[in-house]
């Protein structure tokens, strides 16, 4: 008899060429993002609730804010991408992921989502009948979010000004977390000469096309930033990196 399925646990195969790679060989924070993207929508696809079982109920899934730990620079070779979910809360999902070969974890990451009305924004508590066999207690990252408290701005110059374009705009009809991110490492002053070993970014409004985004960088000690996407006096996201000098 057949031994039963493990979906508590999704992987798939993953590599950084080139292309996903900076002037300094390593990943961009959107290659991993976009990786862990991907295989979460996979994943929940497979349980039964992706984004078309869910679309016709005017539902989407949302991310609220993620966490990366940069262990090691990745190798360009084949390796494994994991991912799983933890038991749901009352509005929110915690998801985990790692990128690892047979020897080490070289990437860890974990993610906080909610369910949305398409239509009005409004958040839905979920009705989702799974087993708890589906989900895992084990923690890719055994730090917790760190509390970001936003700084000042009305005496900073803002690094840049730009407004939202349509290649940045997803399905769900706002700009895809993977392109604020990049927004937010461009405030980033002399990033060919840093390393990231790990990002916080916090997404707290939506950014809809052709909104007009101010984004601000304070430095928080010797190799840490914190960024702000703004528009007007709202807030869009707030990240926290830290960095190793290169």
């Not at 646990?9 to 959107?30: A, E, K, M």
């Not at 700084?151 to 392109?179: E, G, M, W």
Request: hydrophobic fraction near 40%.
């Amino acid at each position: 008899m057949a031994s039963k399925e493990d979906l508590s646990l999704f992987q798939s195969s993953i590599s950084f060429p080139l292309t996903d790679r900076d002037v300094n060989d390593r990943p961009f924070l959107f290659s991993y993002l976009t990786a862990f993207q991907e295989i979460g929508s996979a994943h929940v696809d497979k349980l039964g609730y992706g984004y078309q079982a869910l679309k016709g109920q005017d539902i989407i899934w949302v991310l609220v804010k993620v966490k990366i730990v940069i262990n090691q620079n990745p190798p360009d070779s084949l390796l494994t991408l994991q991912t799983w979910p933890h038991p749901k809360s009352l509005l929110h999902f915690d998801r985990d992921y790692c990128i690892r070969d047979d020897k080490q974890v070289y990437v860890s990451a974990m993610s906080e989502w909610v369910l949305v009305d398409i239509n009005t924004r409004k958040l839905i508590r979920p009705k989702m009948d799974l087993p708890l066999s589906f989900f895992r207690t084990e923690k890719a990252l055994e730090s917790d979010y760190a509390s970001l408290i936003e700084f000042p701005c009305q005496d900073l110059q803002p690094s840049y000004q730009r407004k939202i374009s349509y290649t940045q705009i997803d399905h769900n009809r706002h700009a895809n977390n993977v392109k604020l991110c990049s927004m937010l490492l461009d405030a980033v002053p002399d990033m060919d000469k840093k390393e990231l070993i790990s990002a916080q970014i916090d997404f707290k409004n939506e950014a809809r096309f052709g909104q007009s985004i101010s984004a601000y960088a304070k430095p928080m000690g010797n190799e840490a930033y914190q960024v702000l996407l703004k528009d007007g006096e709202q807030i869009i996201t707030d990240a926290l990196f830290e960095f190793k000098h290169i």
